[in-house]
Structure formats: structure tokens, C-alpha cells
């Protein structure tokens, strides 16, 4: 049932449209922010680079 997804998300467009201004900054920037924090932490915690730095200790 394709239908409800696709109004509702048509209604969803809809409604954002009347947002002010100053919402969509201020949406902006939280939303730079977490991606910033996503990104470091995603960036220290990584599986990928734990394993770059186990192979990079044992060949010293």
C-alpha cells in the first residue's frame, strides 16, 4: 500500500512549507552540530580504525 506512505509524506512537504525562516537556521545548525558530533565520534570509535591501530602495534 504505497498510497498512505507517499501522502503522508506529501502532507509532511506541505506543512514545512510554512515554516518560518528563523526554524529552518535554527534547524541547520542543530543539524550541522550533530552531524559534527556524529562524524568525530564515528571518526575515534571506529571499528576500521581500532583495527588500523592493532596491525600498526604489532609490526613495531
Known amino acids: 500500500m504505497p498510497v498512505v506512505p507517499a501522502l ?5 512537504i506541505w506543512l ?3 515554516l518560518d525562516p528563523v526554524t529552518w ?3 541547520g545548525a542543530w543539524f550541522l552540530l ?3 558530533v556524529y562524524a568525530l ?3 575515534r ?5 581500532r583495527r588500523d591501530e592493532d596491525t600498526a602495534d604489532r609490526s613495531r
Do not use: E, K, M, V
Open 25 to 27: 537556521l535554527r534547524f
Open 41 to 43: 565520534y564515528g571518526y
Open 45 to 49: 570509535r571506529s571499528a576500521l580504525a
Open 16 to 18: 514545512i512549507t510554512f
Open 34 to 36: 550533530g552531524a559534527l
Open 8 to 12: 503522508g509524506a506529501l502532507f509532511s
